[in-house]
């Protein structure tokens, strides 16, 4: 049981590009979310989704986009890259409602130049 | 507008003594409060939670104390070990209508456990 996983760990990106961060969890849980994390910050909700087919934005979504086309897979998409983008991202999955355990993926840590 | 808060970026903390970290919240809305903890480059992990509906819970050396009229809750770990070393988050949910009821973190703190 691998939990939730993330690919890549780590990326450099020129600004204007564009990348999807990786998410899948093998735990069958209907919600998962994407957060980013910036330099002595807390976690900043991006998107998340309540199951398949289903999306809705956070608190900072401008930039990004998501699909969710299976249970287990949440991917995320950054289009034209920003230097303000520059962040470490994390993918978490739980159960149902913020009261149950989120279970967080390992981060990838993006850089914007 | 940062709605919960943790105001003491870092605490250092000898080994066997207690930890006492602070989250303070301005939403009267929330009503429901964890704790996660983070090691260097690993993702969060639950530590423990808490219901609006009570006012303390505890699993193991750790301890969440909630003081809704003073919008602060408080974790305690006893007796610190140098394993708890980390950044621990507090945050909250609730109050935000929806099925999700999405989680606002605190900036965290970072403690560390001398031996």
């Known amino acids: 049981n691998a939990g939730v996983t993330q690919t890549p760990k780590f990326r450099i990106l020129k600004i204007g590009q564009s990348m999807t961060l990786q998410c899948t969890q093998d735990m069958n849980h209907n919600y998962m979310y994407w957060y980013r994390q910036d330099p002595g910050m807390g976690l900043k909700l991006i998107y998340y989704s309540v199951g398949a087919g289903i999306t809705d934005k956070g608190e900072v979504p401008n930039g990004y986009n998501v699909s969710r086309s299976t249970t287990e897979d949440f991917p995320l998409r950054l289009e034209l890259a920003a230097p303000s983008q520059t962040s470490v991202y994390f993918c978490a999955s739980s159960y149902g409602l913020a009261t149950y355990e989120q279970y967080f993926g390992p981060g990838t840590r993006l850089t914007v130049t | 507008d940062q709605q919960v808060k943790q105001n003491s970026p870092s605490l250092s903390v000898q080994e066997g003594r207690i930890s006492i970290l602070n989250c303070d919240y301005t939403?009267?809305?929330?009503?429901?409060f964890l704790w996660y903890k983070k090691y260097p480059a690993e993702g969060p992990t639950f530590l423990i939670s808490?219901?609006?509906?009570?006012d303390k819970n505890e699993d193991g050396r750790f301890t969440v104390f909630l003081n809704k009229s003073a919008k602060h809750l408080s974790l305690h770990i006893v007796p610190s070990q140098p394993g708890d070393s980390a950044v621990y988050f507090c945050a909250a949910s609730g109050g935000y209508g929806g099925a999700t009821n999405k989680l606002i973190f605190g900036t965290g703190t970072l403690l560390a456990v001398q031996p």
């Open positions: 808490i219901s609006s509906i009570k």
């Open positions: 939403n009267s809305m929330f009503d429901y």
